[in-house]
């Protein structure tokens, strides 16, 4: 089986990113072949400052590789280092209809509350749609917010396997586990355009300072409690082991604490599950043209995949000879 993944550099990775989704696209690096990519043509339709985008692509390959990323076991490139996905773009874009895109969300959700949408946004789904099809991929692990566009990249694939033979392989989506609640310190669900986020490599100090922050209820000291419901308690249980775990929730159903015992404790629990994480991402940072090295390598293999399935779709439209 083949996996791909591709993830925009548009800023650093926060607690949200790793449990929601960037855990799980690393779980799956051991499969038969797996593409990993940093989507930097996506981003241009937000980031517009090129030092920022840059740099931002640039982390986002650390983070990635210091998160467990394996350059021996999955292919990692920078997405504008195969331009073989761009022009199958083209080939794609030249058969989809406008009616297709002006049903995708997020092109719809921005029309809709009055914004701007580039033909970049527009056109998005078949830049997407190129991604995934260039390299034959089975599988595309996504959130619920992406599957229409593993929808569209199939409708695409079909409507050209049927003008012109059997040429694309029809991807599947894979369904991220999102029952990790992964709420922001405004007690609101993590996100970036939230401006709530606690970011997985920033320093220790800062982030112990944005846990402390951290929105919570005015319920009495003594008062019980329940786990369940609580966002603190959420978080902790992403971090802790099974006994920390249960000693936590009985803590809470007793009542007799204050938040800040929680969060103190959930602190040292996220300082601790990244900690080893953190050491590798400075140890990387130190060696530059390593990751050089690694994204090229990544990026060659892509090529070669990616050259011969574009290859196959110019035979089958003719624009090059079989």
Same mark, same amino acid.
């Given at each position: 089986?083949?996996?791909?993944?591709?993830?925009?550099?548009?800023?650093?990775?926060?607690?949200?990113?790793?449990?929601?989704?960037?855990?799980?696209?690393?779980?799956?690096?051991?499969?038969?072949?797996?593409?990993?990519?940093?989507?930097?043509?996506?981003?241009?339709?937000?980031?517009?400052?090129?030092?920022?985008?840059?740099?931002?692509?640039?982390?986002?390959?650390?983070?990635?590789?210091?998160?467990?990323?394996?350059?021996?076991?999955?292919?990692?490139?920078?997405?504008?280092?195969?331009?073989?996905?761009?022009?199958?773009?083209?080939?794609?874009?030249?058969?989809?209809?406008?009616?297709?895109?002006?049903?995708?969300?997020?092109?719809?959700?921005?029309?809709?509350?009055?914004?701007?949408?580039?033909?970049g946004l527009?056109?998005?789904?078949?830049?997407?749609?190129?991604?995934?099809?260039?390299?034959?991929?089975?599988?595309?692990?996504?959130?619920?917010?992406?599957?229409?566009?593993?929808?569209? +990249?199939?409708? @695409?694939? #079909?409507? !050209?396997?049927?003008?012109? %033979?059997?040429?694309?392989?029809?991807?599947? *989506?894979? =369904?991220?586990?999102?029952?990790?609640?992964?709420?922001?310190?405004?007690?609101?669900?993590?996100?970036?355009?939230?401006?709530?986020?606690?970011?997985?490599?920033?320093?220790?100090?800062?982030?112990?300072?944005?846990?402390?922050?951290?929105?919570?209820d005015s319920?009495?000291?003594?008062?019980?409690?329940?786990?369940? +419901?609580?966002? @603190?308690? #959420?978080? !902790?249980?992403?971090?802790? %082991?099974?006994?920390?775990?249960?000693?936590? *929730?009985? =803590?809470?159903?007793?009542?007799?604490?204050?938040?800040?015992?929680?969060?103190?404790?959930?602190?040292?629990?996220?300082?601790?599950?990244?900690?080893?994480?953190?050491?590798?991402?400075?140890?990387?940072?130190?060696?530059?043209?390593?990751?050089?090295?690694?994204?090229?390598?990544?990026?060659?293999?892509?090529?070669?995949?990616?050259?011969?399935?574009?290859?196959?779709?110019?035979?089958?439209?003719?624009?090059?000879?079989a």
């Amino acid at each position: 089986m083949r996996v791909l993944s591709g993830i925009q550099p548009t800023g650093r990775f926060h607690w949200g990113n790793y449990f929601g989704a960037i855990r799980q696209y690393i779980d799956l690096q051991n499969e038969e072949a797996s593409y990993y990519f940093i989507a930097n043509l996506h981003a241009l339709t937000t980031v517009r400052d090129k030092e920022q985008l840059w740099q931002n692509t640039m982390d986002a390959a650390l983070d990635l590789l210091a998160l467990g990323l394996d350059p021996n076991q999955a292919n990692l490139f920078v997405q504008s280092d195969v331009p073989e996905v761009s022009e199958l773009c083209w080939v794609l874009m030249t058969g989809t209809s406008m009616g297709l895109l002006e049903r995708c969300h997020a092109y719809k959700d921005k029309v809709s509350r009055g914004l701007s949408a580039g033909a970049g946004l527009f056109t998005y789904p078949v830049l997407m749609a190129a991604d995934i099809l260039a390299y034959d991929a089975n599988i595309v692990p996504v959130g619920s917010d992406q599957v229409q566009h593993i929808e569209v +990249t199939r409708d @695409l694939a #079909q409507s !050209f396997n049927h003008q012109y %033979g059997e040429v694309f392989v029809l991807p599947q *989506a894979k =369904m991220l586990d999102t029952s990790a609640k992964v709420v922001g310190t405004d007690g609101e669900k993590m996100s970036k355009s939230y401006d709530n986020t606690i970011e997985i490599f920033e320093p220790a100090k800062q982030m112990r300072k944005k846990i402390m922050r951290i929105v919570t209820d005015s319920r009495p000291m003594e008062a019980p409690k329940d786990p369940a +419901t609580d966002h @603190l308690f #959420q978080l !902790f249980q992403l971090f802790a %082991g099974d006994e920390a775990k249960a000693e936590m *929730a009985a =803590m809470y159903r007793k009542g007799g604490f204050g938040y800040g015992t929680v969060k103190k404790a959930l602190a040292d629990a996220a300082d601790e599950y990244f900690g080893e994480v953190r050491a590798k991402r400075e140890e990387l940072a130190a060696q530059p043209e390593k990751v050089r090295e690694i994204l090229g390598d990544g990026a060659a293999a892509a090529r070669q995949q990616a050259g011969a399935v574009l290859r196959r779709a110019q035979e089958a439209c003719g624009l090059k000879r079989a």
